[in-house]
């Protein structure tokens, strides 16, 4: 089975410019999630996808950061304008359903390391 | 915040040794889930105990879950330099209507060959 396939793995930018990620997960996964993971910390979740509805954007800067899933498959989260803040590993996982209506380990892609200067 | 809370942050031991990391939550769940991350890499699922049970084991793996203390630990045995990485502790918060994992700082483990 393939994993959850994410490109960039690396990416520099200056403060103030726009950034994009992409995320492809396990086929069937109907839940997506998009994590922001700061060096020394643990994963915290930024947005939830049930097929393409957003489950949980509670924690996602709204202001600058946007994402979207297109026909329930793959996933971009973007930032404009970014932040020297937003440095970061932002992680894309996908399960196939949500916690609660079954019990699921997520399966991770490798990330895209995020480095603003 | 944070919902569950590993301890120790750090732990360094010798090959063969067995090493215990513990979490602690605050709320209820539906189940709780380790995850281990290699430096550098995405993270890797170890091992789900739903609320219902007290012990799991998968290989050298096993965790135990009081939910009357709102606690678990995971303890890996003769462990390998191989185990080197983070372990990071989920928990999924019940009730919930989004089945998210929220996870913890984790447990930085070092073993020495």
């Known amino acids: 089975e393939a994993g959850v396939a994410q490109s960039p793995r690396y990416k520099i930018i200056e403060k103030r410019q726009s950034v994009a990620f992409w995320c492809n997960p396990i086929s069937g996964h109907a839940t997506l999630y998009w994590y922001q993971q700061i060096l020394g910390q643990g994963p915290k979740l930024l947005i939830q996808f049930q097929n393409n509805g957003v489950v949980d954007d509670s924690q996602l800067p709204k202001d600058r950061f946007s994402a979207e899933r297109l026909k329930g498959v793959d996933s971009t989260l973007k930032i404009q304008p970014a932040k020297l803040e937003d440095s970061a590993v932002y992680l894309c996982?996908?399960?196939?359903?949500?916690?609660?209506?079954?019990?699921?380990?997520?399966?991770f892609g490798s990330g895209t390391r995020l480095t603003v200067v | 915040s944070q919902q569950g809370e590993e301890d120790p942050q750090a732990l360094s031991i010798q090959e063969g040794e067995n090493a215990t990391m513990n979490c602690s939550y605050k709320t209820s769940i539906n189940n709780l889930q380790w995850y281990r991350q290699n430096s550098g890499r995405g993270l890797v699922h170890l091992i789900l105990i739903r609320s219902n049970e007290r012990e799991k084991h998968s290989g050298r793996l096993r965790v135990t879950l009081d939910t009357s203390k709102k606690s678990s630990s995971l303890l890996i045995t003769a462990s390998r330099a191989a185990d080197t990485a983070s372990y990071f502790c989920?928990?999924?918060?019940?009730?919930?209507?989004?089945?998210?994992?929220?996870f913890g700082q984790g447990t930085t483990l070092q073993v020495k060959p």
């Open positions: 996982a996908s399960s196939p359903g949500r916690q609660g209506f079954g019990n699921y380990g997520y399966t």
């Open positions: 989920a928990t999924a918060v019940d009730p919930s209507n989004t089945g998210k994992l929220i």
